[in-house]
C-alpha cells in the first residue's frame, strides 16, 4: 500500500465529545470488515483509557475491530515495542500506535512497512520514523500547549518576580526525557517562560535535567540568573517518584512556581504537596502549580485552591480520530496529520462547554 499524500486536513473541531454523544465535521464510513491494533502507552492511567474507550466507541460505531493494549506503565519501553511486533505479526489492516520512546519502535515501523501495514501515531510522534511507515500523526501540538502553561503562569507570578530582589525558582517535573509529548510540552514551557521574563527585561537560567538544560532555547547562566528554571526528571515514570522530585524543588525557599507536564508528574507535585503543603492560588503567599491533562486528582485540586491550573488534551478524542484515520486509510483515501489544541483551565471555567468533556476522571 502506497503512502497517501497530505490532504483533507482535519482539525481538532472535527471531533467534539459532549455528553456520550460523537459529531463528526465528515461522515467516515468503512468499506470492509476491518481489523486494527492499538498499542497505547500505558493501560493503567485514566488518560490512555479515555483514549481506549473513543477507540472502542468508534470503532463499534463504524462496525470495525480494534484490539487495544498497552504496557503497564510508560517506561515499560521495551514491552511496548513486544506488543508492537505482536501486533505486526497479526497483519492487521492498520496499526494505531502511541509511542512510549521515538526510537526504540524504529526497527518496528521498518517491518511494518515492508510488510504494508499503515501505522497512525497518535498522542506523540515518531520524526525519525522510517520513511513512508507512519501515514498521519493525531497529536496535541505538545510544545504549543507547554507554552500556553507558562503564559498563564507567568502572568499570575511576573508582579511577584518583579518585586522580588532576589533570586526566585520554577519548577518543572517531566516524567521522562524520551517521548516526543512530553519533551516538547516540556521544552515548550522553558521556551516561552524564557521569551515572556525576556520581554520584561528579565534573565532566565535553566539546570537540571540534561537532556532539557541543553535542548532549550537558550539555557542561560542559572548562578546570575532573575529566574532559575530547575528541570527534574525521575528514574522511571511513577506518581512516587515524580513527588520525590517535586519535592526536593518545592522544599526550597525560592520556589513561586512549578509545572508538571502530564498527568503523572502533575499528581506528583499534588503528592509532595500533602507533607510540605505549600501549593494555592495566591501569588506571593504560596507556590502556584500548573498541571497538564484530567484525572479526579487533579480537578479536585484545582476546585480546592491548591492547583492553580492546567492544560487538558482530549485522548477520547484522539482514539475516535485514530479509528476514523486507520478507516480512511484502509479505505484508500488521502490522509493528513490531524493537530489537535491544548487548552487551559482553572477553576473559573471548568464547566465551560468547550473544556468540560475534555476533563475525564
Known amino acids: 500500500m502506497k503512502k497517501k499524500v497530505l490532504a483533507g486536513v482535519l482539525c481538532a473541531a472535527m471531533v467534539t465529545t459532549m455528553l456520550g454523544a460523537t459529531v463528526h465535521a465528515e461522515e467516515v464510513k468503512a468499506d470492509g470488515d476491518y ?9 493503567q492511567s485514566s488518560y490512555w483509557q479515555a483514549a481506549v474507550t473513543g477507540v472502542n466507541q468508534e470503532a463499534q460505531a463504524l462496525g470495525v475491530k480494534a484490539n487495544c493494549t498497552g504496557p503497564n506503565a510508560e517506561s515499560d519501553i521495551a514491552d511496548q515495542v513486544n506488543m508492537l ?6 497483519a492487521p489492516d492498520g496499526i494505531g500506535l502511541a509511542a512510549c520512546d521515538q ?4 526497527d518496528s515501523l521498518a517491518t511494518a512497512l515492508e510488510k504494508g501495514i499503515p501505522v ?9 520514523a522510517p ?22 503562569l507567568y502572568a499570575a507570578l511576573k508582579d511577584v518576580i518583579a518585586a522580588s530582589d532576589e533570586q526566585v525558582r520554577i519548577g518543572e517535573v517531566n516524567q521522562e526525557s524520551t517521548s516526543e509529548s512530553i519533551t516538547s510540552r516540556g521544552l515548550g514551557f522553558i521556551d516561552k517562560f524564557i521569551e515572556l521574563a525576556a520581554a520584561d527585561g528579565l534573565t532566565v537560567g535553566v539546570e537540571g535535567n540534561d537532556y532539557y538544560v541543553n535542548g532549550c532555547a537558550d539555557k542561560g547562566d542559572a548562578k546570575a540568573a532573575d529566574i532559575v528554571i530547575e528541570v527534574a526528571v525521575p528514574a522511571q515514570t511513577t506518581v512516587e517518584l515524580c513527588a520525590t522530585e517535586a519535592s526536593k524543588i518545592m522544599n526550597k525557599g525560592d520556589t513561586i512556581g512549578m509545572f508538571g507536564s ?3 508528574a502533575a499528581e506528583g507535585i499534588l503528592s509532595a504537596n500533602e507533607n510540605l503543603n505549600v501549593l494555592g492560588v495566591e501569588a506571593g503567599t504560596s ?11 487533579i480537578k479536585n485540586a484545582i476546585n480546592s485552591d491548591v492547583m492553580f491550573g492546567a492544560v487538558t488534551q482530549s485522548p477520547l478524542a484522539m482514539g475516535i480520530t485514530t479509528v476514523d484515520t486507520l478507516v480512511k486509510i484502509a479505505n484508500g483515501e ?19 462547554p468547550g473544556i468540560a468533556p475534555n476533563l475525564y476522571d
Not at 511486533?85 to 497479526?90: E, L, P, R, V
Not at 526510537?103 to 524504529?106: G, H, I
Not at 507556590?287 to 486528582?297: E, I, K, Q, R
Not at 488521502?334 to 465551560?352: L, S
Open 262 to 264: 502530564n498527568q503523572v
Open 35 to 43: 481489523t486494527f491494533e492499538v498499542i497505547v502507552k500505558s493501560y
Open 103 to 106: 526510537s526504540a519502535c524504529l
Open 120 to 128: 497512525v501515531c497518535f498522542d506523540s510522534g515518531i520524526p525519525d
Open 85 to 90: 511486533n505482536s501486533a505486526i505479526n497479526n
Open 131 to 152: 520513511e513512508g511507515s507512519v501515514y498521519a500523526t493525531i497529536a496535541t501540538d505538545n510544545y504549543a500547549a507547554g507554552a500556553t502553561a507558562a503564559d498563564h
Open 287 to 297: 507556590v502556584l502549580a500548573a498541571g497538564f491533562d484530567a484525572g479526579t486528582t
Open 334 to 352: 488521502d490522509v493528513a496529520d490531524v493537530p489537535t489544541e491544548g487548552y487551559w483551565y482553572d477553576k473559573t471555567n471548568m464547566e465551560d
